[in-house]
């Protein structure tokens, strides 16, 4: 593999859980009461979604609604606790996992210049990378994780913690090797279980296949055709958000609110290092759907369906999630990291979406956040 230059990032051309953030909000007593319509957005259920922000779940909330009735879009909040002052609509901030959307779309793209067998095996493509306790993975066991990888090491608990970390860098490559030192945690499509690791082997994957970083072809191959203008990687081990953004902070087990805002996260790398926007991560949504990054039978084949287990049941396909429940379905991707939240949503048809991002206070709790809930049931009126 070619040595990587982790300072290198890519320039400004431009729900992390398996059972995604729709699962508590279906079961809760709506908040608020809209009739589900395939006319435009409800703005009044939508700006009392997001109202009197900062609250105990949220500092700022960035909200944009599409779909074939009209749009919406508005912002609630603060930009940091200590001044006050107004949150910024286009602000950028922490996309989390919904990078994993960005990662499959370039593996499927260089599937389609057949420079990837999506049925090959990681073995062959990354030689040396998985010691012998590892059956052969495929590149789409990979995507759908159902690699039968275990987690690696990370610098950061689920809950957010690990604050005392914020300043210290992990590469993918001792991710990698805390994740093979594990061996396998089941046999490759045996079952489906939701992580970083997969996906972190794919960003690999690109590297050695383009023998460019990953970052550079996230940047040509995604942001700059579709305009996401404001959508990038930090560089190196940088742990700032550079532009406009509003600041996140995140609830600690002691009681502690602390300023989240900076925050090395070279341990997501391709799984949940982008920094983007609401306005350019709906220009992924669109484009993504109306087949302008993925080619159309391997965006249907892969990213629109849920792959086949031996054991359980899958909800993720190719970098999204699938929802369907009481006549409401919606393909979707979330994304967490301390003192930020970020969803992508749309009906299949694409007569609603949603993108949002909100400043929660406990970005990567297992419970809803009562703002996001609201804004799912504006958005798509449950």
Known sequence: MHARVRTACAALVVLGLA?????GAAAASPATTVVRTADGPNAEALRAA????????????????????????????????????????HGRFRAGSTTKVVTAAVVLQLAAEGEVDL?????????????????PITVRQLLTFTSGLQPGTSL????????????????????????????PAFDPG??????????????????????????????????????MRHTSFPCGSDPRIHGPHNRGYQKLTDGR????????????????????????LERLLLGLFRGKVVPRPLLKKEMLTLPKVKEGEATMSAGLQYYSKDGLTLWLKSGSRPGYRTVIATTPDRTRTLVHSINATDAKSVAMNPVEERILRAAFGF
């Not at 059972?19 to 699962?23: E, H, K, V």
């Not at 914020?166 to 805390?178: N, Q």
């Not at 070279?266 to 609401?278: E, N, Q, V, Y």
């Open 119 to 135: 049925d090959g095996h990681v073995q062959t493509y990354l030689p040396g990378l998985l010691s012998d306790d590892f059956d």
């Open 50 to 89: 997001i109202a009197d922000l900062p609250d105990k779940d949220a500092t700022a909330a960035l909200v944009r609604v599409g779909g074939t009735g009209g749009s919406w879009h508005g912002s609630a909040g603060v930009r940091d606790l200590t001044t006050g002052r107004a949150a910024l609509e």
């Open 257 to 280: 609110l602390v300023n989240a805002t900076e925050w090395n996260m070279s341990d997501r790398w391709a799984a949940g290092d982008m920094i983007s926007t609401t306005a350019d």
């Open 190 to 227: 045996r079952r489906q279980v939701y992580g970083n690791i997969d996906y972190t082997v794919l960003g690999m994957l690109i590297e050695k296949i383009t023998d460019d970083s990953y970052e550079h072809q996230a940047a040509i191959r995604i942001f700059k055709p579709l305009g």
């Open 156 to 183: 950061s608990d689920v809950d957010g913690e690990g604050f005392e970390n914020r300043y210290k860098t992990l590469t993918p490559e001792e991710v990698v090797a805390s994740s093979v030192a594990k061996g």
């Open 19 to 23: 059972a995604g953030p729709l699962t």
